[in-house]
């Protein structure tokens, strides 16, 4: 079993950054993949960026390509999304998630086998 925990999510003003932590505990899972998704209200949950746990392979949604980015540290168990130039629309419930198995892709909620509890994110105009 594995334990993941948000944190770092707020209320900031269009253009500022924020940065969300993914705190694991529970099983080791090297050879897993992190993943960060957003849920904006009455909207399904969606794909921002994932990262290998081995390796440092990552991925992102093209609205958060450039603006975004996903770190890890290993011996932390940690793993990290900033966000910089944030807009009105990234407004939205920030979930990880971690993947135990090996996946054709990683950009849907299915491929995912842990999800945290969420931390909000709102961004005023």
């Known amino acids: 079993q594995v334990q993941l925990v948000e944190s770092g999510g707020g209320l900031v003003q269009a253009g500022d950054s924020l940065r969300l932590s993914c705190a694991a505990s529970?099983?080791?899972?090297?050879?897993?993949?992190m993943g960060w998704f957003r849920q904006a209200p009455g909207k399904a949950r969606v794909f921002v960026a994932r990262?290998?746990?081995?390796?440092?392979?990552?991925e992102y949604a093209d609205s958060v390509k450039g603006r975004f980015t996903i770190s890890k540290d290993n011996a932390k168990n940690t793993a990290y999304l900033q966000m910089n130039s944030l807009k009105p629309e990234d407004t939205a419930v920030y979930y990880c998630a971690a993947a135990q198995s090996y996946r054709t892709t990683y950009v849907y909620t299915r491929s995912y086998d842990y999800w945290g509890q969420g931390t909000q994110v709102t961004v005023s105009s």
């Open positions: 529970g099983r080791t899972f090297s050879g897993s993949v």
């Open positions: 990262i290998n746990w081995s390796g440092g392979i990552t």
